[in-house]
């Protein structure tokens, strides 16, 4: 549970509303990935709690936030197990669906010692939730005084539904671009932020590269203030939208302006930095219109190849921390520094939560002074 001595900042309301999945995950080590029809042992094995929105919740409620969760488990021991995790964690799980019958979600999960990467096999859980599993009433009382509602864009009837009372309440969203889903351009209709993995922005708007993709969806996207894709250890970067005042301001391609930004990076740090452009006019080859905004390079912590333990939960984490800095009003300079750092602490552990930092972390105090 979270300590009192926290370093980070309490949010003046930290009460935030997650949907979406969460599930078990049953991880196994191995030397290597397994050749097809061959046998082999693994060196490590564990199982414990995951799901895009349990992880990213469970981030939230480290670094000092509330967090609800919507969400739906079968009444079967997985389904148990993640709620005595959640709760251990300060997870309100006062509003999820408990099935009778089916099976809650799970997943087996490969991590390769060798080249450090993960593979993810993923069983839904039955019965899928329906709109119809959550009543007006209790739909209502979840959103009672949340300041954010975070989706992963799965169960996407659901999803909308949630999403259209939260707009309605005047309530920020954050949408997990992971990948093109159904419905997701109906939840993306409604969000003020939104936060990419690295395949999506060009998948989703046919841009032929990250920085045009990020134009394209500020401009698709009028409700958004700012995009962010994340790149692994190559960082992330951001798109934030600003107020054009009329004022002289210069354009620039946006191309040449994250070639200018990650010329500015720091290479003898190995800890996580920002860099920023000023208030631009950025246009892209192939869109007429430009975007007036901020363009914002974030370069990953190094981690030691003997530090590297696990990427699972990776993604989740980064977002974990940037609801929280959200939440706490930290700017962006500062928040993708501390979303990576976590992001990055979390690889240092076996699974998606293990590694995840508490906010009496004492190193996290560098990132919003």
Not at 210 to 234: E, H, Y
Not at 248 to 273: F, N, Q
Request: hydrophobic letters at 40%; glycine letters at 8%; charged letters at 20%.
């Amino acid at each position: 549970m979270m300590s009192s001595d926290s370093v980070l900042p309490l949010p003046e309301n930290p009460i935030i509303v997650g949907f979406g999945g969460v599930g078990v995950d049953f991880l196994a080590v191995v030397p290597s990935f397994p050749k097809p029809d061959s046998k082999i042992r693994t060196t490590e094995f564990t199982f414990q709690g995951g799901g895009n929105n349990g992880n990213t919740m469970t981030c939230a409620a480290r670094l000092g936030l509330k967090p609800r969760i919507i969400s739906k488990v079968s009444n079967d021991g997985p389904g148990k197990t993640m709620l005595e995790e959640l709760e251990a964690e300060g997870v309100d799980t006062s509003f999820f669906v408990v099935s009778k019958e089916g099976t809650s979600p799970f997943s087996y999960v490969i991590v390769d010692n060798q080249t450090k990467t993960r593979t993810c096999i993923f069983t839904p859980g039955y019965p899928e939730m329906v709109p119809q599993d959550l009543p007006r009433a209790n739909l209502l009382s979840a959103l009672d005084g949340a300041r954010m509602v975070y989706f992963d864009a799965r169960m996407p009837d659901s999803a909308l539904v949630i999403a259209q009372e939260a707009f309605h309440q005047n309530i920020p969203i954050l949408i997990d671009a992971e990948r093109p889903r159904e419905g997701l351009n109906d939840l993306l209709s409604l969000a003020d932020y939104v936060v990419c993995s690295e395949n999506f922005p060009r998948a989703w708007t046919e841009a032929s590269s990250i920085p045009r993709a990020l134009v394209s969806i500020i401009l698709r996207l009028p409700r958004l203030k700012f995009a962010i894709v994340t790149l692994g250890k190559d960082g992330c970067i951001m798109l934030e939208r600003c107020v054009d005042d009329g004022s002289h301001i210069e354009e620039m391609d946006v191309e040449s302006c994250l070639t200018t930004l990650k010329e500015r990076k720091d290479d003898s740090t190995a800890m996580p930095t920002c860099i920023a452009s000023p208030v631009t006019k950025l246009r892209a080859k192939g869109i007429e219109e430009s975007v007036c905004g901020r363009l914002y390079y974030g370069a990953s912590e190094k981690i030691p190849p003997s530090e590297l333990m696990d990427t699972t939960g990776a993604g989740d984490a980064f977002v974990g921390a940037v609801l929280y800095a959200i939440c706490a009003n930290i700017s962006p300079e500062k928040m993708l520094p501390l979303a990576s750092y976590v992001a990055a602490a979390n690889c240092r552990a076996l699974g998606a939560r293990r590694g995840l930092p508490y906010s009496n972390n004492p190193c996290l105090a560098s990132f919003t002074e």
